[in-house]
């Protein structure tokens, strides 16, 4: 009960960790509509010497002009580029630190440079470098989160559960995008600034209490380590490794177990880069993220201009409708967790669901907003089949290949593995909204069209993993025979 009690306040506070993160990512998806709109239905002051056909006098410069679209763009994308290049850095810097500082330091970084942003306000800022600069260090600090979050939890919880309990912590990312939209809502039409700060501020304090509060590994409290691969009893017929110990085998008392423990976690090295890619699969999976994210994000981007173009919803009521595809995503991503579980196939997982979301895309283009009652289901299942194979490869798949059997024990990849994976993923990220933005002015066809090729090529750089996976299905059924 002990361990179970100290497992559960992990999960809890890693979910409110990466909540923060990404309630303070979220305000500038609300600000925006702020910084440029029709200024012809707002009351001007009594001093002001603006002209009553000046539809622009209340937007905030340098976002005032027709090519404002652009230069919001340069803005986001300063992020999503900065997060990307960040990410494989950030890994490695996170097998070669605390996690309990690192996480603290980027937190700490990441609520100063989301106030900087709203800080504009107040001080009057009306350079496009200053924004692009402060997305850009808030982009590199905000990598510290997810390489370091995954570790921590891969380290408390063995393989056994670990698709559906991952599945269900990753709903953070919807709690935190829910809360950040929340938060910037209430000062946005007031003091735009305060819907930076405020995030910002709660994340640097959650930071404060990462500090005090995380525990990196079970053995720090004296808890039993999880079992990581492989069966119990397998380890009793391995021969001990030199480099590593001896071996801990299933009979073996608690306090022997954590011993034995920290003697293997305290010998190996950080692992390199390029060791990192010689573990098997992460390369495949880091490929096929690539393109699941591309398709993800550019759904996140463009999904509420899509409603409200080919439905005429107004831009309200096509924001309210997209974040069905973000529940979806949440089922999604428990689903893919339990079934990988009780299969024992992440791959096969992945590559299943995203089989299933070619076609529903292209039947939500056609067919998908003919009717409300159509475009719900519709976006709730698109969502579960996108998102869910991009939640699963980001937390299981990442956990599972950072404590893979061939780094006999070697812990120290994990944080390494996560930001490969997490970081080529986030290359898609920022592809997938810039494809889009250059292919949508010919028809909304070719966007969808662009995805369903994206979720085709994700799902054939699993092939080669789908059919190691059930070679082991067939041995292990030869097995029970016998």
Known sequence: SRNSEYRAFILLITFLIYTCYHMSRKPISVVKSR???????????????????????????????????????????AFLVAYAIGM????????????????????????????????????????????????IFNGLVQTTGWPAVVSCVGNWFGKGKRGLIMGIWNSHTSVGNILGSLLAGVWVDQQWGLSFVVPGVITAIMGIITFFFLIEYPEDVDCSPPQHHGNPEESQDQPEDPANGPSCNKESSLESAVTCSKEASAQPSAISFFGALRIPGVVEFSLCLLFAKLVSYTFLYWLPLY????????????????????VGGIIGGILAGLVSDYINGRATTCCVMLILAAPMMFLYNHVGQRGIGISIVMLLICGALVNGPYALITTAVSAD???????????????????????????GAALGPLLAGLISPTGWNNVFYMLIAADVLACLLLCRLVYKEILAWKSSLSKDRG
């Not at 012809?40 to 005032?64: G, K, M, R, Y």
């Not at 409603?307 to 973000?326: C, Q, R, W, Y």
């Not at 061939?406 to 290359?427: C, E, Y």
């Open 401 to 427: 290949l950072g404590t893979h059997k061939s780094l006999k024990g070697n812990a120290k990849a994990l944080s390494t593995v996560t930001a490969i994976i997490d970081g080529t993923g986030s290359i």
């Open 307 to 326: 409603i409200s173009n080919v439905v005429h919803f107004t831009a309200k009521e096509a924001g309210d409708l997209s974040t069905l595809f973000d």
């Open 35 to 77: 910084l440029h709109h029709n200024c012809s239905e707002v009351i001007q002051p009594v001093n002001s010497t603006h002209s009553l056909n000046d539809t622009t006098w209340c937007n905030w410069a340098p976002f005032d002009k027709s090519n404002y679209k652009e230069l919001l763009g340069a803005v986001d994308n």
């Open 88 to 135: 494989f850095i950030s890994g490695i810097f996170g097998e070669r630190l605390p996690l309990r500082y690192y996480l603290t330091a980027g937190m700490l970084l990441s609520g100063l440079f989301t106030s900087l942003f709203g800080l504009g306000y107040f001080w009057n800022i009306h350079v496009l470098w200053y924004f692009v600069l402060v997305q």
